[in-house]
């Protein structure tokens, strides 16, 4: 604000009024000096006393007048300035209060006792609610159920703090709710936080669609391992068992002396091709429904699984396992099978070598798998953009316990797969059928 550069009109008045006094004073006291002059110097020394008294009251008057209407002036100048300032807040106030009401969002409007003073019409869709009814209630009485580290939140952005969160969880009687939110002050001219705004945005429908697009995963796996199981089992006890007649029935016509040379030397060909088969399928069997997990645990399993693999595609496998936790969860069990299942097929077929390490291993905090080769080895920046079905299926697999995938490889320089699940991740896991 400017200070006046004139003078107010009581001051001059007051000034010319003190030098009237004092002018009228003097003349008075010059008349009477002449005549006291005549008749008594005596007394003329006296009363220039008293002149001198008259015009020393009138100077004090008149600095007494002026300093009052210099604090007069000063106080009609701060009281305009305090009307302009708060003229100027109530304003600050009222458009942050238009703001609040027309944002296209969930926004309250709170003072220092955390009283409504606006809020949108978005606030008051999301929470049912009606804006006539909020406005100088309290926050709190209005949601009795708040927990109390929000209330934490509130004093702490009342002292100055904002503060936010991408996704927290509300429990309330009639269910979960999940908010995205910020607090932050509002301040007055003075940089004093007058209240708080919170800014919502419900985020329940969105949990709840990634929570059901998370399970597709876990559904497709638990229907892949039903139907491994199933099929499994029809190889064993069915297929398996007829191939096995067939080929009792073989033998008893090779070994019968009416069947001529050549004829009886092709039926032990085939025979044999029957046989080829029936271990083919059996190991086939064994892959898509291992019961040595359930019966000879995870170790015992893997160790047998590497050995029939080595035999049938004509590898060494060394495996090692030590330190392993006891039981291990058979949906850990199952997921570990899984992956050492894939990963050797990948590396019998792509790695170019005949030798292959398995390490399966625990701490006190995870069990960890690897498997590694010293083949051709590949492009691990190419293979992000080129994943196939199986990387994908061990990496969905391992997510569902909680686990991770990783993969070191360069060309010709081998490639090792990790996976790793940890210990407290067994009452998350899937149930997996079989």
Same mark, same amino acid.
């Given at each position: 604000?400017?200070?006046?550069?004139?003078? %107010?009109?009581?001051?001059?008045?007051?000034?010319?009024?003190?030098?009237?006094?004092?002018?009228?004073?003097? !003349?008075?006291?010059?008349?009477?000096?002449?005549?006291?002059?005549?008749?008594?110097?005596?007394?003329? +020394?006296?009363?220039?006393?008293?002149?001198?008294?008259?015009?020393?009251?009138?100077?004090? /008057?008149?600095?007494?007048?002026?300093?009052?209407?210099?604090?007069?002036?000063?106080?009609?100048?701060?009281?305009?300035?305090?009307?302009?300032?708060?003229? $100027?807040?109530?304003?600050?106030?009222?458009?942050?209060?238009?703001? /609040?009401?027309?944002?296209?969002?969930?926004?309250?409007?709170?003072? *220092?006792?955390?009283?409504?003073?606006? /809020?949108?019409?978005?606030? !008051?869709? &999301?929470?049912? +609610?009606?804006?006539?009814?909020?406005?100088?209630?309290?926050?709190?009485?209005?949601?009795?159920?708040?927990?109390?580290?929000?209330?934490?939140?509130?004093?702490?952005?009342?002292?100055?703090?904002?503060?936010?969160?991408?996704?927290?969880?509300?429990?309330?009687?009639?269910?979960?709710?999940? $908010?995205?939110?910020? =607090?932050?002050?509002?301040?007055?001219?003075?940089?004093?936080?007058?209240?708080?705004?919170?800014?919502?945005?419900?985020?329940?429908?969105?949990?709840?669609?990634?929570?059901?697009?998370? &399970?597709?995963?876990?559904?497709?796996?638990?229907?892949?391992?039903?139907?491994?199981?199933?099929?499994?089992?029809?190889?064993?006890?069915?297929?398996?068992?007829?191939?096995? +007649?067939?080929?009792?029935?073989?033998?008893? +016509?090779?070994?019968?002396?009416?069947?001529?040379?050549?004829?009886?030397?092709?039926?032990? &060909?085939?025979?044999?091709?029957?046989?080829? =088969?029936?271990?083919?399928?059996?190991?086939? %069997?064994?892959?898509?429904?291992?019961?040595?997990?359930?019966?000879?645990?995870?170790?015992?399993?893997? *160790?047998?699984? !590497?050995? &029939?693999?080595?035999?049938?595609?004509?590898?060494?496998?060394?495996?090692?396992?030590?330190?392993?936790?006891?039981?291990?969860?058979?949906? =850990?069990?199952?997921?570990?099978?899984?992956?050492?299942?894939?990963?050797?097929?990948?590396?019998?077929?792509?790695?170019?070598?005949? @030798?292959?390490?398995?390490?399966?291993?625990?701490? %006190?905090?995870?069990? !960890?798998?690897?498997?590694?080769?010293?083949?051709?080895?590949?492009?691990?920046?190419?293979?992000?953009?080129?994943?196939?079905?199986?990387? =994908?299926?061990?990496?969905?697999?391992?997510?569902?316990?909680?686990?991770?995938?990783?993969?070191?490889?360069?060309?010709?320089?081998?490639?090792?797969? @990790?996976? *790793?699940?940890?210990?407290? %991740?067994?009452?998350?896991?899937?149930?997996?059928?079989?």
């Amino acid at each position: 604000m400017k200070t006046d550069s004139k003078r %107010s009109p009581h001051f001059w008045s007051g000034t010319l009024k003190s030098l009237a006094v004092g002018l009228c004073v003097f !003349c008075l006291g010059s008349v009477l000096a002449g005549w006291l002059t005549v008749h008594n110097v005596h007394g003329y +020394l006296a009363f220039l006393d008293d002149v001198v008294a008259g015009l020393f009251a009138g100077l004090l /008057v008149l600095l007494y007048e002026r300093g009052r209407q210099r604090a007069f002036d000063k106080l009609r100048g701060s009281e305009r300035i305090l009307e302009e300032r708060t003229t $100027l807040l109530q304003t600050r106030e009222e458009l942050l209060r238009i703001f /609040v009401k027309h944002v296209p969002a969930a926004v309250a409007m709170l003072d *220092r006792d955390m009283r409504y003073l606006q /809020v949108s019409d978005r606030w !008051c869709v &999301e929470f049912s +609610l009606d804006s006539s009814q909020l406005l100088g209630r309290s926050h709190y009485e209005i949601f009795p159920d708040l927990p109390d580290r929000w209330k934490q939140f509130h004093r702490r952005a009342l002292e100055g703090e904002t503060l936010r969160a991408e996704e927290d969880r509300w429990d309330r009687e009639g269910g979960t709710t999940w $908010l995205r939110w910020e =607090i932050r002050p509002w301040q007055n001219l003075d940089g004093v936080p007058g209240g708080i705004l919170i800014f919502s945005e419900d985020t329940t429908r969105r949990k709840q669609i990634e929570e059901s697009l998370s &399970e597709i995963p876990r559904k497709l796996i638990e229907a892949q391992e039903q139907e491994r199981t199933r099929i499994g089992r029809d190889l064993h006890d069915d297929i398996g068992q007829r191939l096995a +007649l067939l080929a009792v029935e073989l033998q008893q +016509l090779h070994e019968n002396s009416l069947i001529l040379p050549d004829v009886r030397s092709r039926m032990g &060909e085939l025979q044999k091709q029957i046989s080829g =088969i029936a271990a083919d399928i059996q190991s086939l %069997s064994h892959e898509l429904h291992s019961a040595k997990l359930q019966y000879l645990g995870i170790a015992g399993a893997m *160790r047998g699984f !590497c050995r &029939e693999f080595g035999e049938q595609q004509n590898v060494e496998i060394d495996f090692q396992t030590h330190d392993l936790p006891s039981p291990v969860s058979p949906d =850990i069990a199952l997921c570990f099978f899984r992956v050492l299942q894939e990963a050797l097929h990948n590396s019998a077929k792509y790695s170019g070598v005949r @030798h292959f390490e398995v390490r399966l291993w625990g701490t %006190s905090d995870e069990i !960890c798998l690897t498997i590694g080769d010293s083949g051709v080895g590949f492009d691990r920046e190419g293979a992000k953009t080129s994943r196939g079905l199986g990387l =994908i299926s061990m990496e969905e697999r391992l997510k569902l316990v909680k686990g991770t995938l990783s993969i070191e490889s360069q060309p010709k320089r081998g490639t090792t797969i @990790h996976a *790793r699940v940890p210990l407290n %991740s067994e009452s998350d896991c899937m149930s997996a059928a079989g």
